[in-house]
């Protein structure tokens, strides 16, 4: 679903973000990139979207060469990919049903689609019984869920979710990592970025390590830490 | 390719999404929308004004494309008939009449006055017999009065020299003045519309930056603000038409002699004079609306383009 090949990222200024990055994931994987500020877990994560364009390598997301792409074709590479981040991005002067549907306004679906497929993103993230909210209305948790909802509602095959825990308290932390699982058993790829020890500790999933640019741990079933054999 | 359905929600989008950013930048909104009004306004003034010069100077020259062609005195009835048929036949003459010694001491005898009889006085009627040559354009006079010079048994043709040269010029100078007042105005009016949507694209950039996370085309993220650029048209042309309609209603409540004068960029008219000819209908209604509309589309097409790149 994902492959990275000998990706390297340099900034203007000279600071390397990504040095010979090799990474595949699987469809229907679950990856929990960790490390350090800094590290490169977001730099990697906007390489998929392609909000970055690598300086060597090859990016590839569900069989497109994403470093080869026109600038006119992206919009249809990200309607591939899902997005969730730290900063949740809702609309405050929007309720959260329109919060939801503007994902699906916006991608040109007609009325009937957004009335069908809005209650059933709703209602995977537990939302529904809020859907005529304002964002101001919910707690940080309620609006990750949201959020999530609107990146789930136009069906991605890949989830990217960037440190979709840090603003919240640990209960709603574990929610939306529960919610993840769910959605990634329904057959959605999920790489998240996270700082969380231990919600990776618990899950015990796959555990990518980004320290300094470089990809220095790959492992099936991870800690936070390397552990010692 | 995209249904009809999905195409009309989309544009039912992006009208939502303008009429939201117009209420939410009242102030800018407003700023915008009254200098658009004013330039269409203006420009809508300006050619009614070169429309009344037109008009004005239509009747005016008149007198300018006539020439008075007067035969030597030895030249009689005859002769002056023969001359006629050939200045008839110039193709910048449009009449010619023949104006006999007799008519001609007549007019001459109206402008003195009757105190003076001019015949008692010199004792017979010095005058010859002339022409009268009226030409299709005060600009052709000069040609044509030198070709009529040429012709046998004509003494000399007169006609307005300088007036005509001044009346040229003073269509050419009116013309010049509008065209550089319009496009100083188009250039402030786009300029307030540019700036207009910078504080939008500003003010939406989180909704922006959504759109493009979920796989919006350039177009569509462009969309709203077009259609905010179509809106300030439409309100614009509005204003436009209230601001006439507020100057007909003033020039009726006021009524006086209009007048012309001459300042320091040129011949102007009192506005008075250019509402004579105004008169709020369909096609004046439709105008104002495709001059404002497209103004205010060119303009937001352009700032969408400069500040929505493709990703």
């Not at chain 1, 009325?111 to 707690?139: D, N, Q, W």
């Not at chain 2, 300006?46 to 020439?67: D, H, P, V, Y």
């Not at chain 2, 110039?90 to 009449?95: A, F, G, R, Y």
């Amino acid at each position: 679903m994902v492959l990275l090949r000998d990706v390297t990222v340099r900034y203007e200024g000279g600071v390397t973000a990504l040095q010979n990055v090799n990474l595949t994931v699987e469809k229907s994987e679950f990856v929990f990139l960790v490390g350090p500020t800094g590290a490169g877990k977001t730099t990697l994560l906007k390489l998929l979207t392609r909000e970055l364009v690598p300086n060597e390598g090859t990016v590839i997301v569900a069989g497109r060469d994403v470093t080869k792409m026109k600038p006119s074709q992206v919009p249809y590479l990200r309607r591939l990919i899902g997005t969730v981040f730290q900063d949740i991005l809702l609309l405050p002067d929007r309720t959260v049903w329109e919060n939801v549907a503007f994902a699906l306004r916006v991608t040109g679906s007609s009325s009937r689609e957004i009335a069908r497929e809005v209650p059933k993103a709703l209602e995977t993230v537990g939302m529904l019984h809020k859907a005529k909210s304002f964002p101001s209305e919910l707690s940080g948790g309620e609006k990750q869920k949201v959020a999530l909802a609107r990146a789930l509602v136009v069906k991605p095959l890949v989830l990217l979710a960037d440190e979709p825990t840090g603003n919240l308290d640990p209960t709603s932390s574990l929610e939306i990592v529960d919610l993840l699982l769910r959605i990634n058993r329904q057959g959605t790829t999920v790489i998240m970025a996270t700082h969380d020890r231990t919600i990776v500790d618990a899950y015990r999933k796959r555990v990518v390590e980004i320290v300094g640019g470089r990809i220095v741990r790959d492992e099936l079933r991870g800690a936070f830490r390397r552990e010692l054999a | 390719m995209r249904s009809a359905v999905s195409w009309l929600s989309l544009l039912a989008f992006f009208l939502e999404e303008a009429i939201v950013n117009l209420r939410r930048h009242g102030l800018v909104t407003i700023a915008t929308v009254t200098t658009i009004a004013v330039t269409i306004g203006v420009w809508v003034f300006f050619s009614l004004e070169a429309m009344a010069w037109e008009k004005l100077l239509i009747w005016e020259g008149r007198k300018l494309e006539r020439l008075c062609v007067f035969l030597r005195p030895e030249a009689d009835e005859k002769t002056a008939e023969k001359l006629l048929e050939q200045v008839q036949k110039l193709p910048e003459v449009v009449q010619v009449r023949f104006v006999h010694k007799d008519e001609g001491l007549k007019k001459l005898q109206q402008m003195f006055g009757n105190s003076v009889p001019l015949e008692d006085l010199v004792g017979h009627n010095p005058l010859p017999h002339a022409l009268e040559v009226t030409c299709r354009s005060p600009q052709e006079a000069a040609e044509c009065a030198a070709k009529i010079k040429r012709m046998p048994m004509v003494d000399e043709v007169t006609f307005p020299a300088v007036a005509v040269q001044r009346y040229v010029q003073m269509v050419r100078s009116i013309r010049w003045r509008n065209h550089v007042l319009s496009v100083l105005l188009a250039v402030i009016a786009f300029i307030l519309i540019f700036n207009a949507l910078r504080v939008s694209v500003y003010g939406r950039r989180n909704e922006i930056r959504i759109m493009q996370l979920v796989g919006a085309t350039v177009w569509t993220v462009r969309g709203p603000l077009l259609m905010e650029g179509l809106l300030y048209g439409i309100l614009g042309a509005l204003g436009t038409l209230l601001l006439t309609k507020l100057l007909l209603v003033l020039n009726a409540v006021f009524p006086t002699e209009p007048t012309y004068w001459t300042g320091f960029m040129g011949n102007w008219v009192e506005w008075r004079i250019l509402l004579r000819d105004v008169q709020i209908d369909g096609v004046f209604v439709s105008q104002v609306l495709l001059l404002s509309m497209g103004l205010s589309f060119f303009s937001a097409l352009i700032a969408a383009v400069r500040l929505v790149r493709a990703v």
